[in-house]
C-alpha cells in the first residue's frame, strides 16, 4: 500500500526580508508498491528557482527513482530520471508558478521496504 504525504502542508518558509519561498514535499513508498507514481498536488505560487530531489535508502531492493514537476494545467516544468537511493540531486531553473505544483515520483522497482523522496521546492 502506497502513502503519499506532503509534510508542512502550510510550510511556506518566508525569509524576513527576502521573499523566499520553500515548499517541502514528501513522498513515502512501504514494500509492496509497484513502481507506479505517486503524486501530491500543493500550493506555490511564485517564481520556482531551485528543486532539491533528496531520495532515501531502503533496506531492501536497489531501486533509482523518476521524479517529475508539472503546473496546475499538468505541463511538466522539470522532470529527472536514475536518480539513486541515498543521493541529493539539486536542479536550478526559473519558472514562474501560480496556482499550484504537481510533484511526482516514481521508483524502478518495488523498493522491498520503506522509501522516502523529499523534493523541496525553492523560489521567491
Known sequence: ???STITRKSGDRNSPGHGALQKDV???FVSGDTSEEQAI???FDGLLKKVIVEVGSTGGAVVTVAFSIKDKDDNEILAGSGLA???TSQFSLEEPV???IKAGVTPSADPL???TVTIRLKGV
Open 1 to 3: 500500500m502506497s502513502s
Open 26 to 28: 514528501v513522498i513515502s
Open 41 to 43: 498536488d500543493t500550493t
Open 85 to 87: 537511493e541515498g543521493s
Open 98 to 100: 501560480f496556482g499550484g
Open 113 to 115: 521496504s520503506n522509501l
